[in-house]
Nanobody, 132 residues
Framework: QVQLVESGGGSVQAGGSLRLSCVASGYTNSRYCMGWFRQAPGKEREGVAG????????YYADSVKGRFTISRDNAKNTTYLQMDSLKPEDTAVYYC?????????????????????????WGQGTQVTVSS
């Protein structure tokens, strides 16, 4: 099975930056939807950013557009989330997620997976705390 390990979380002041990394192992498929989700205390988990490993197409929540950037290095099985201009409301546990595509599915499926929070594999999470 796919295993995901996140790193890079920490505490920063508002306006600061962090870069999260997600290293994947156990891949059995060459095409995946990768995503970053977050969950703050007392709130539901929400999608932050998604990416299709085939074409590199990306998806972002409106709340992070222009501030966060998702990218991937397929050769290293690593997905990144660059977070700039951080705000206190960004404080949450951030999770990396992956979902393999079936042969009949196109990369556009990743948009659906991102919107519906339907990734099959999840990492353990990494804490991000932004103080004002």
């Amino acid at each position: 099975q796919v295993q995901l390990v996140e790193s890079g979380g920490g505490s920063v002041q508002a306006g600061g930056s962090l870069r999260l990394s997600c290293v994947a192992s156990g891949y059995t498929n060459s095409r995946y939807c990768m995503g970053w989700f977050r969950q703050a205390p007392g709130k539901e988990r929400e999608g932050v950013a998604g990416i299709y490993t085939g074409s590199g197409s990306t998806y972002y929540a409106d709340s992070v557009k222009g501030r966060f950037t998702i990218s991937r290095d397929n050769a290293k099985n690593t997905t990144y989330l660059q977070m700039d201009s951080l705000k206190p409301e960004d404080t949450a546990v951030y999770y990396c997620a992956a979902d393999p595509l079936r042969p009949w599915q196109t990369g556009s499926y990743c948009g659906t997976v991102f919107r519906r929070d339907q990734h099959n594999y999840w990492g353990q999470g990494t804490q991000v705390t932004v103080s004002s």
